[in-house]
Every structure is written in C-alpha cells, then in structure tokens.
C-alpha cells in the first residue's frame, strides 16, 4: 500500500508539468513532445505482459525492485538532460518501469490478501488515489523552485521506495505456484493465459470501463473549456481533485456496502452502469452561454465526475479479484499484464473514437451525441459482463482443470 501510494506520488509530481517543462523550458517543437509522451506510455502499455511474466518466473519482488531502480533513473535523466535522444530514452525507461513493477504489486497484493483480496483492492485504491491526489500539489509547490528539483525529489522517492522494498518484500513471494513442478517456459506460460477464455471475454467486456475512467483527461476538459472558456483549466484541475477526493474517502465505504448487498458480478453490473450514467447530465445541458449555461455546465460536471468516481469505486476492487479468480490463482502476474496490456489498447482505441465524434459532434453542434455514446458504452460494457456472468464464465476455474489444460496445451 505504502509502495503505491508513494509510486503515484513521485510520478503525479513530476508527469503533469512534463510537457510544459519540454516546450517551455527546452523549447522542443510540439511533435518532439508528443514523441517523448508517447514513447512512455507506449513503452509502459506494450510492456505490461513482459512484466507479468517475469514477475511470475522469478518472484514479484524483483520486477518491483527493478522497476523503482529504473523509474529512478529515469526520472532523474527527466529533469537532467536537454537532448531529444536522452529524453526519450528516460522517458522510456520510466514506462518500462510502471510495465515491471504494477503487475507485481498488484499480484502480490492478490497473494498476500488470501480470501480478503475485495477488501486488499479497495484499500489499495485509497492509497492509490490519494497519491494521485497530493502528487500533483506536491509538485506545483517545487515547481516554483525549479523543475530539476521536481525530478530530483521524484527520483529520491523511487530510490527510497527500491531501499523499502528490498527490506520489506519476501524474496520467494510468487514463486510458490511453480514449486515441485517444472517451471513452465515464457511461451507455455503466454498459451495458458490465452488459452483461457473466460478471462479473454472479461478482459475485452472490461475495456469500455478503461475508456470510461479516461475521459476526466479527455472529453471532461474539452467539455469544461468549450462551456467555461478560460476557466475551464482551473475547473478541470479541480474535477481530478473531487475525483481523487470521492476514491480516498468513499472507497471503503463503498465497498463494504456493495459486499452486503451483491455478489462480485452483480457489483460490477451496477458500478458500469453507474460510469455510464455518469455522462447523461452533460447532454442535458443547454447550449447558447449565459450564467444558466455556465451553472449547468458546473453542475453537470460535478455530477458527472462524483457518479464516475463513486461507480469506478465500486467496480475496481471487484474487477481485480475477478481477474485473480478467473486465473485459477496460476501465473496471476501474467493474467495481469495481459489485462492490462488489452486495457492499454482499448483507450488508445477508445480515445481515438471519443475524439472523432467530439470534432464531428462540435461542428454539427451536437455535443450530446458524445455523451449518449459514452453512456451506452458503460451500458454496453455492464451487460457484457452480466452475459458472462449468467453464463457461468466468471466461476473461479477449478485448479486441477487448469493445470490439466495447461498440460495439454504444452503438449500440443
């Protein structure tokens, strides 16, 4: 917990002020900044399955050490360095960090929470937000120092973070599944994982809530701008903080009510449902401008961003023990690095689409063709997981059929 938290601090100080530090400071042409943004998620996105796999052959503790050494790195070239080349190859090493250590720890957590794993998640995401949250205030306080010092402070986190863990982490955590058995190869261990297809179904039913939860740094703030003007920049900061703010302090809460009253898959129903309808104000709101308009917009947002958070609040905790069941509790890590990698590919996708209809939406003045989208997208994606459901496929595998269809794939 205290790993992610301080792993969304480091990286929320530094990564929003990034690109004005490329273009201002260094005066970089926009292409060579997009160039060096888009390396690191490509490099972090495109990675995910390497890192799970490598968490699951040798142990989550060394990919979570390894990744805080090379985010370390990393992110000290970031505020060091002045050459396109060099900053691409930090920016890179930045991504391929968050690729190696996020399915480990989250692996990791699975393993050590036992049957408590719901309750693990949900506390995990508390700290996962709040580092979201103070991130960012962390580094516009150092950020009137000097940038260098953003990165250096950063880097110092990651390096303390690599000192904790290599003291606190068991050597042998996720090594046990493969003890007195042959160790499967990288290529066995990838047919295993999509081999099995009720994971595959979720993992794809899932992508749409991953679009979803992108749209407070997509079609939110296009929305804040086009209804507020100039304004729209100081609304838009504050929807991350209510965001941040609903996840740190309802998430528990949340949790635990959802457990009382429904079973894992009717919780994630519900919880993308209620992502969906969180877009449906905003195409109730009127156009024309005017202190109506504005006081719409305002309150539309602010609806929006609560019901996203809240319903993203209820879906996460279960949706990661879901992926941990449907695995059979075999190569968790590599479950989760394929999930995050099919995730990672439905928002680049998603958000392509998202800004095609924006700009068709704006020229035809109608904005809320976008919103209807979004909301039948979480509609979509709610009852694509409770066909799964009802089919029997999101039923923990049993273990033996597992390791038998593991066998027969090696065989084949």
Known sequence: MVNQFAINLAFYMLMPYLAAHLSGDLALAAWAVGLVLGVRNLSQQGMFLIGGTLADRYGYKAPILAGCVLRTAGFAL????????????????????????????????????GDRRVAAFATFNVY????????????LALLAADFRLVCTVAAAIFAGLTVLQWRALPAATGRGETDGRQRDGVLAQWRTVVANRPFLLFSIAMIGSYVLTFQIYLALPLAAGAALGDAGTEVTSAL??????????????????????????QALVRGLA???????????VPGGGGSVTTVAALAALAVAVVLLAAGGAVVYPFEMDTVVSLSGERLVATHYGLYNTVSGLGITLGNLGVGALW?????????WLVWLALTATGAGCAGAVLALARSGRLAAPDLCEAVANTAMTRRF
């Open 274 to 284: 209620a992502m969906g309808l969180a877009f449906l104000p905003l195409a109730a």
């Open 359 to 367: 700009d068709f939406a704006l020229r035809q003045d109608a904005l």
């Open 240 to 265: 991350f903080v209510v965001s941040a703010a609903v996840a740190v302090l309802g998430q528990l809460r949340l949790t635990g009510w959802a457990r009382r009253r429904w079973s894992a898959p």
């Open 128 to 139: 996962y937000q709040a580092g979201m949250l103070l991130g960012p205030l962390a580094g």
């Open 78 to 113: 970031l505020g060091w360095v002045d050459a396109l080349p060099a900053l691409i190859v930090a920016s890179a090493a930045t991504g391929f960090a968050g690729a190696l250590f996020n399915p480990a720890v989250r692996a990791c957590i699975a393993t050590a929470a």
